[in-house]
Nanobody, 124 residues
Framework: VQLQASGGGLVQAGGYLRLPCAAS????????MGWFRQAPGKEREFVAA????????RYAESVKGRFTISRDNAKITVYLQMNNLKPEDTAVYYC??????????????????WGQGTLVTVSS
């Protein structure tokens, strides 16, 4: 599967953005989908993940209550709605797909396919 993330940009603290990640291929519904981010000088970290059906989610503690991951299997797209953005959310955001048979995972190493990333900058 190929992934194309978009929607990044510059936003003021307290603002919001919605990141779509469009996928190719007819087996999109077979993948657990995740979002990760990498801030300058830091390692890539887990943000949110979503089960194949969309019924189960996991979030990093730092984004709980502010970010929402969702998917539209008909449009083969996964979304990350980011509200109440903070300067510490500044990072390149990546969508990823896990083709394994397990549940919703936060482990970066279990994701097989990655998009190219989209930059989110939150100004204070």
């Amino acid at each position: 599967v190929q992934l194309q993330a978009s929607g990044g940009g510059l936003v003021q603290a307290g603002g919001y953005l919605r990141l779509p990640c469009a996928a190719s291929g007819r087996t999109f519904s077979n993948y657990v989908m995740g979002w990760f981010r990498q801030a300058p000088g830091k390692e890539r970290e887990f943000v949110a993940a979503l089960s194949r059906s969309g019924s189960s989610t996991r979030y990093a503690e730092s984004v709980k209550g502010r970010f929402t991951i969702s998917r539209d299997n008909a449009k083969i797209t996964v979304y990350l709605q980011m509200n109440n953005l903070k300067p510490e959310d500044t990072a390149v955001y990546y969508c990823a797909a896990d083709s394994g048979i397990g549940g919703v995972t936060t482990s970066l190493s279990l994701y097989d396919y990655w998009g190219q990333g989209t930059l989110v900058t939150v100004s204070s």
